[in-house]
């Protein structure tokens, strides 16, 4: 299996997550009913306040919030096309609705941008140890004339 077919593969898994229904489960898991007005009657009008559960806001706007994974996906190896563990991947994608969290877009960007820091870190520095066999330590200071 080539690279290309893996990474479609894992798009269109990602695609699905879009309609299931542990999504929006999470989202409802914490929502809040709250009066916003009075109708023309005189009742009450009410409307779903959605809590972000990095910051502790709340929005009216649904949309406004995306649900996160607590503990990361993480990443397919693809250096490795044959020895790709798919069952792990797909149980992790879609887990339990205790490892998800309604964030809203400020809170999602962070942790995703920390996250991502974290692998890029990790990966350059088990990229260095690979190579550090290869250079020394030793300052070569140059020649006073």
Request: glycine fraction near 4%.
């Amino acid at each position: 299996m080539d690279k290309k077919t893996i990474k479609h593969l894992q798009q269109l898994l990602r695609q699905g997550t879009i309609t299931w229904h542990i999504k929006n489960q999470a989202l409802n898991k914490d929502r809040e009913l709250r009066v916003v007005g009075t109708k023309l009657n005189g009742q009450p009008k009410y409307k779903y306040f959605y809590k972000c559960q990095g910051c502790s806001t709340f929005t009216p706007h649904k949309e406004l919030l995306e649900v996160d994974h607590i503990d990361a996906i993480g990443h397919l190896d693809i250096s490795d096309p044959f020895n790709i563990d798919w069952k792990r991947y797909i149980y992790r994608m879609y887990c339990s609705i205790t490892n998800l969290q309604a964030l809203c877009n400020l809170c999602h960007k962070r942790k995703s941008s920390t996250q991502n820091a974290s692998i890029r870190f990790q990966r350059k520095g088990l990229m260095r140890e690979e190579f550090d066999d290869d250079f020394t330590d030793e300052i070569i200071e140059p020649d006073l004339l």
